[in-house]
């Protein structure tokens, strides 16, 4: 005799690479059927052009041009956003759609950690209001399951620190600079052409994917309620072929674009980055497009100098984020545990965490200088940080090749003769990122200076 199976409607906003691939599993892979107890059924999906969709011909009754008609539907119990966006603006219209899911008693999955991002109080507002569930697994890491890991596995532990890498075209390209010596442009170009990086990766490179991914671990873990803009945020934009060769000749390391939050007392410290990591460590070897999500926690490894537990798996593509979307989706279908009410406070029920301001964050850094080649700079410079109260670390210089000028002159769009120009590395003992800004805009004013100063921090052992 066959189990009876739950069955379970879906209304589905996107049609997209995510959304196309939701379809996949529902109306090919799996047949319906998840997990054996559940039986999945998509009773309408939105999209801006229907026509031509992979499905639409075999079940066009299903498609609208109308978003209204999934989020309205009476059938549909749990609404599944994702959308995808363009432009910025955008994201208003996915706020009011997922607020209307909720007003109309529907459970919403979604895959866009901007909209959460940008609105999420407002939402999370809408889910105590409408006593509704949320749920955004897909949202950081793709297929990686961090965000119920830390809501439900480490619910009793007291979290230190979450970093690593979640974006993974960043971490794609700067895979292709370190290990086979591409300039920026080259490795971007690739990453296009392999469906990592948008034709403008600029939400990527520039870190404000990053960013919004980080504001949802640093929700869940700390309980912080952040914005976008609030954090410190690089970009991997102005990161040369150069800088690999001294982190691998000089520093025995690697470039990573991580972020990080990190406890320090009763705040929290927090940064979107490119980071000097050595070759020794775990984050050094996660290559190409993959993500990797680093969590420590005081109560399970009080000796762990770095980190207690990773999670590492594909980050992107519509496979994975459709795992993390129908993860979700089963785990509200069989009632497990209990959306979060209100604002997202997870783990503390103590003192709340507050964010370190970035002026007062502390480091070891990086600093990557381009100067004319005449006598008495190092020394100016040395001067100049001791001033601010920075100590150096180390000197580091390279001979470097006719071509190697060449491609740094043209990346930084320096118009003096590439042979009379003397690219050098600094590395700076611990300091607050004020002292360095203050530091580093004195220098930059000097006129042997050719080029901006390109910083960030060095790894250091959480």
């Known amino acids: 005799m066959s189990e009876k199976r739950k ?58 041009a109308n978003p209204r008609e999934v989020v309205d539907h009476p059938k549909a119990e749990i609404i599944v956003e994702a959308l995808g966006f363009q432009q910025e603006r955008q994201l208003d219209g996915f706020k009011d759609l997922i607020i209307r899911a909720l007003k109309n008693g529907k459970a919403v999955v979604t895959a866009d950690k901007a909209v959460l991002a940008k609105y999420g109080k407002e939402i999370w507002e809408a889910v ?47 895979s292709e600079m370190g290990r086979n010596g591409k300039s920026y442009e080259a490795a971007l170009r690739e990453a296009q052409q392999r469906g990592y990086a948008e034709a403008n990766p600029s939400a990527d490179t520039g870190g404000r994917d990053a960013e919004a991914k980080l504001i949802l671990l640093a929700a869940v873990a ?59 460590h775990v984050l050094a070897a996660i290559d190409g497009a993959t993500n990797a999500v680093f969590f420590k926690g005081k109560r399970s490894g009080e000796a762990a100098r770095d980190w207690n537990y990773l999670f590492a798996g594909p980050g992107a593509g519509g496979g994975p984020t459709a795992v993390a979307i129908l993860g979700d989706v089963c785990e509200l279908a069989r009632g497990r545990g209990g959306a979060p009410r209100g604002p997202l406070n997870l783990f503390r029920s103590g003192s709340p965490a507050v964010l370190a301001k970035t002026e007062r964050i502390r480091g070891s850094f990086y600093v990557r200088l381009v100067v004319k080649d005449r006598a008495g700079i190092v020394g100016d410079i040395c001067q100049t940080l001791g001033k601010a109260g920075i100590n150096v670390s180390e000197i580091w210089q390279l001979d470097h090749s006719r071509e190697e000028r060449e491609a740094l002159a043209l990346s930084c769009r320096i118009k003096e003769n590439p042979q009379t120009i003397l690219p050098f590395v600094i590395t700076l003992e611990r300091a607050a990122v004020g002292q360095v800004k203050k530091a580093l805009k004195v220098i930059e004013g000097r006129s042997y200076i050719l080029a901006k100063p390109l910083w960030f921090p060095i790894w250091r052992n959480e």
């Not at 691939?21 to 229907?50: C, W």
């Not at 793709?142 to 971490?171: D, H, K, M, Q, W």
């Not at 970009?235 to 991580?258: C, N, P, V, W």
């Open 7 to 64: 069955k379970v409607a879906i209304g589905l906003l996107g049609s997209g690479t995510v959304g196309e691939a939701v379809q996949d599993f529902i109306f090919d892979g799996l047949k319906g059927k998840i997990g054996g107890d559940l039986q999945l059924e998509i009773v309408k999906v939105y999209t801006r052009r229907p026509k031509g969709k992979k499905w639409q011909r075999s079940r066009p009754s299903l498609f609208t």
């Open 128 to 174: 105590a209001k409408y006593r509704g569930e949320l749920r955004f697994e897909a949202c950081v890491a793709g297929g990686v399951p961090i965000i119920r890991s830390l809501r439900e596995s480490f619910a009793a532990e007291e979290p230190e620190a979450i970093y690593g890498i979640v974006n993974g075209t960043c971490n794609y390209i700067l």
């Open 222 to 280: 700390f309980g912080l309620h952040l914005k976008p803009g609030q954090l410190w945020r690089n970009g991997i934009e102005e990161i040369h072929a150069l800088d690999f060769l001294y982190a691998a000749q000089k520093g025995r390391s690697t470039i990573k674009q991580l972020v990080m939050a990190r406890r320090e007392n009763r705040s929290v410290e927090t940064y979107i980055s490119p980071v000097l990591v050595p070759e020794g």
